[in-house]
């Protein structure tokens, strides 16, 4: 089955860190890019960034560049997404999601989202 | 960074309606224009890919159109299970960036 398995709900304090990951099975790994999004509570789809796992160039949106690290393991079909402070602010579902390098690129094979909630 | 405005931010209607949802570039993204739906709890949904295409496996009810700055997302005949949320989203230019959000509440 083609899918993206994400690692489970994890609550933190502010000022620690975190790694969240994201699996892809069923398809050539390499062959697509994920790209991270972010849903705070009760909002809507925030684009924080993209990495090519064949080689693990990154791209990040303005907004979250410098507050957050997009990785990958190619060679265990992971993506990693990774805080090394986290503030309150940062509580929301982080979804992965997986699209073509060229063209339209569209989002067609999601996560079911991670769950971090940081809070005192 | 390209803004993208849907209209309305949230709808009520009945079974067996016709919906339409708009949503609106602040600069021309040619195609790049993609719709997803979103149930309560659930991860996003692809329903149509480059403006107009219908991603695999979604009812014909769904449909797309529109290049440059301007896309409808069409709901022929409403059902129950399309009740959710819908976005926009344009993958032109980095960042890409998500409408709102649309909101198809039952009337």
């Known amino acids: 089955e083609v899918q993206l398995v994400q690692s489970g709900a994890e609550v933190k304090k502010p000022g620690e860190s975190l790694r969240i990951s994201c699996k892809g099975s069923g398809y050539s790994f390499t062959s697509y890019w994920i790209s991270w999004v972010r849903q705070m509570p009760g909002k809507g789809l925030e684009w924080m960034g993209r990495i090519d796992p064949s080689d693990s160039y990154t791209n990040y949106s303005p907004s979250f560049e410098g507050h957050v690290t997009i990785s990958a393991d190619k060679s265990i079909s992971t993506a990693y997404l990774q805080w090394s402070s986290l503030k309150a602010s940062d509580t929301a579902m982080y979804y992965c999601?997986?699209?073509?390098?060229?063209?339209?690129?569209?989002?067609?094979?999601w996560g079911r989202g991670t769950l971090v909630t940081v809070s005192s | 960074d390209i803004q993208m405005t849907q209209s309305p931010s949230s709808l009520s209607a009945s079974v067996g309606d016709r919906v339409t949802i708009t949503c609106r570039a602040s600069?021309?993204?040619?195609?790049?224009l993609h719709w997803y739906q979103q149930k309560p709890g659930t991860a996003p949904k692809l329903l149509i890919y480059a403006a107009s295409s219908l991603q695999s496996g979604v009812p014909s009810r769904f449909s797309g159109t529109g290049s440059g700055t301007d896309f409808t997302l069409t709901i022929s005949s409403l059902q129950p299970e399309d009740f959710a949320t819908y976005y926009c989203q344009q993958t032109y230019s980095a960042p890409w960036t998500f409408g709102q959000g649309t909101k198809v509440e039952i009337k």
């Open positions: 999601a997986r699209h073509t390098v060229s063209g339209p690129r569209y989002f067609d094979l």
């Open positions: 600069q021309s993204i040619s195609n790049y």
